[in-house]
Nanobody
Framework: QVRLVESGGGLVQAGGSLRLSCAAS????????MGWYRQAPGKQRELVAT???????NYADSVKGRFTISRDNAKNTVTLQMNSLKPEDTAVYFC????????WGQGTQVTVSS
């Protein structure tokens, strides 16, 4: 069993910054990919950013240059630094990790006011 605990969401004005963190615990030997997804009201969940155990990253075009994903393999944590936030970044953000199967966090709300 793997448990994901997210933190760092909140309310921020446009142009501001937030930092999301996710800590994985439980029956973990090694984590392949860690990432963040988001879901806005009335929309499907979409990829924000992922990072492999080797450090390769992938970003949605909409966040490139503004968001940075990083991970600490020793602590099984993944962090999403979000800068220059826009109202369209408002969504529930979910942490995801892939071991043998995929696990999801409970989600954390990010609200960007204009």
């Amino acid at each position: 069993q793997v448990r994901l605990v997210e933190s760092g969401g909140g309310l921020v004005q446009a142009g501001g910054s937030l930092r999301l963190s996710c800590a994985a615990s439980g029956s973990i030997r090694s984590i392949n990919t860690m990432g963040w997804y988001r879901q806005a009201p009335g929309k499907q969940r979409e990829l924000v950013a992922t990072i492999t155990s080797g450090g390769s990253t992938n970003y949605a075009d909409s966040v490139k240059g503004r968001f940075t994903i990083s991970r600490d393999n020793a602590k099984n944590t993944v962090t999403l630094q979000m800068n220059s936030l826009k109202p369209e970044d408002t969504a529930v953000y979910f942490c995801n990790v892939i071991l043998i199967r995929s696990y999801w966090g409970q989600g954390t709300q990010v609200t960007v006011s204009s």
